[in-house]
């Protein structure tokens, strides 16, 4: 059985190259030269700093629109990655099931945007809430692209940032990556 | 901040003596003498086995249904307790929230039993799938309620466990207790 926990650890060694850390909102993380992927839950010796999260079952999408994001095309040739890092408020999280996804979607259309700039844009969603307390990021989304649909993601981006829903939003932290050679 | 994370730790310490133990779906638990309720995650040292799981947010309730549910008399002096712990199949979480939402409330009534049920029943749920891979139980859930209230707590459980969500538990365990004096 494959394991749903993730951790992201920044450093001097990992398969991907930061190439820019930048805080829409909140506090940043530190610099660092390298990101490594684990499957795995912990705190990696000798890194910069970590995140970790865990795969988990789907929150707000309908069958009718978690097939049409599944026939979206995936990233062929994804040289390019993102981690974008999110904390929402405790308002976000008081509110009911109903309330959230009215947000989400009705108010914010953050599945359909998905649908109208996501092809070729893999996507992976890490939940991090529950698994520790107090913990820096609620969301960890890792995002692989090829180098000319990167302008197409930072469209997305631009959108969701300008949504309802990003008034719910109390740190972001926006990570940007090359595959190491 | 009042931390989320809870520990059911069974052995020969603790405010509730453990009554019963019993196992309607998959492996039981160890019988012990008493169990302490800790509001930490951890294994405490010295236990015959412990459970952990955080509190969150709402899963399913609407706005409506959470209102109707906290204008319920919880419980006055409960002197009685129940754990109930819950794995449920893959095929649940494979689930979206639409398909979900429906087995839950529209085919099984689970918030609707709880409203016509539930007076003078305190209810908490822990989540443990986001805790650790591969946890024992996805769900831990106590109820605090008075000895009068105990046959009405056994109709609510019968007709959830009748009831086609039920279809989807793969382990349950319930555990009755009763406060030391």
Known sequence: MSKRGYTFAAGEHGEWCIARIFAPLGDGL?????????????????????????????????????????????????????????????DWWAMTQDERRAVFETQSRHIALGLELGAGITRRLHHCRDLVEDAPFDFLTWFEYAPQDEARFDALLAQLRASEEWHFVEREVDIRLRRAR
Chains 1, 2 share one sequence.
């Open 30 to 90: 530190a610099a660092a030269a390298r990101l490594a992927v684990h499957n795995a839950v912990g705190t990696p010796a000798d890194c910069a700093w970590s995140l970790s999260g865990m795969l988990s079952n789907e929150r707000y999408v309908t069958r009718p629109e978690k097939s049409a994001l599944l026939a979206l095309p995936t990233a062929t040739a994804p040289t390019c990655a993102a981690l974008i890092a999110l904390r929402k408020s405790a």
